[in-house]
T-cell receptor, first 115, second 112 residues
Framework: NAGVTQTPKFRILKIGQSMTLQCAQD?????MYWYRQDPGMGLKLIYY???????DKGEVPNGYNVSRSTTEDFPLRLELAAPSQTSVYFC??????????????FGPGTRLLVL | KQEVTQIPAALSVPEGENLVLNCSFT??????LQWFRQDPGKGLTSLLL?????REQTSGRLNASLDKSSGRSTLYIAASQPGDSATYLC???????????FGTGTRLTIIP
């Protein structure tokens, strides 16, 4: 198992550009999540999905979009990149809900710099 | 709104010493609390998960405790090693909530 994979590892964007952060998992997990981590801060949830075709907003969704057409993939789309979106983005997955005691498995992260 | 705090933000300890990392949370209506380890440039790895009905969990040299009534958890690391150097994050799941609420982490450095 590769677990949770993310591409790219690092990207520099100019203000106003768009990009898609890719996330894939091979554990047949129903739940997938996108977090961002700003320097010296904890992770904040951007969007999450409870299964293919179902997505919902997290704590900080503005400026982002997601889709979940398959169980394996959960891409995060940035439209009109802004400097405030400079961060490290983590994708995670889990078999069931967090309150079932199921841990989340994290990818290695994508470091994004918007200039 | 749940808030999770970890103090101190950074800690340096000589190799071999025992140490305690702290985590506090404002809303005690949690389902569970997890401790994660984060190495530079890498994702998070779950270390221990404590359900709300439990008081502690142990894995090797790690012991995590939970006191819901006071809104506190501690991660005890015995006989620290340089390989323990990393950032340690705690996170909670509240009732009816899909998401983890993370603390800001404690960066631990074990000095050889």
């Amino acid at each position: 198992n590769a677990g949770v994979t993310q591409t790219p590892k690092f990207r520099i964007l100019k203000i106003g550009q768009s990009m898609t952060l890719q996330c894939a998992q091979d554990m047949n997990h129903n739940y997938m999540y996108w977090y961002r981590q700003d320097p010296g801060m904890g992770l904040k949830l951007i969007y999450y999905s409870v299964g293919a075709g179902i997505t919902d907003k997290g704590e900080v969704p503005n400026g982002y979009n997601v889709s979940r057409s398959t169980t394996e993939d959960f891409p995060l789309r940035l439209e009109l990149a802004a400097p405030s979106q400079t961060s490290v983005y983590f994708c995670a997955s889990s078999y069931s809900k967090g309150w079932d005691g199921e841990t989340q498995y994290f990818g290695p992260g994508t470091r994004l710099l918007v200039l | 709104k749940q808030e999770v705090t970890q103090i101190p933000a950074a800690l340096s300890v000589p190799e071999g010493e025992n140490l305690v990392l702290n985590c506090s949370f404002t809303d005690s209506a949690i389902y569970n609390l997890q401790w994660f380890r984060q190495d530079p440039g890498k994702g998070l790895t779950s270390l221990l998960l404590i359900q709300s009905s439990q008081r502690e969990q142990t894995s090797g040299r790690l012991n995590a405790s939970l006191d819901k009534s006071s809104g506190r958890s501690t991660l005890y690391i015995a006989a620290s090693q340089p390989g323990d150097s990393a950032t340690y994050l705690c996170a909670v799941v509240n009732f009816g909530n899909e998401k983890l609420t993370f603390g800001t982490g404690t960066r631990l450095t074990i000095i050889p």
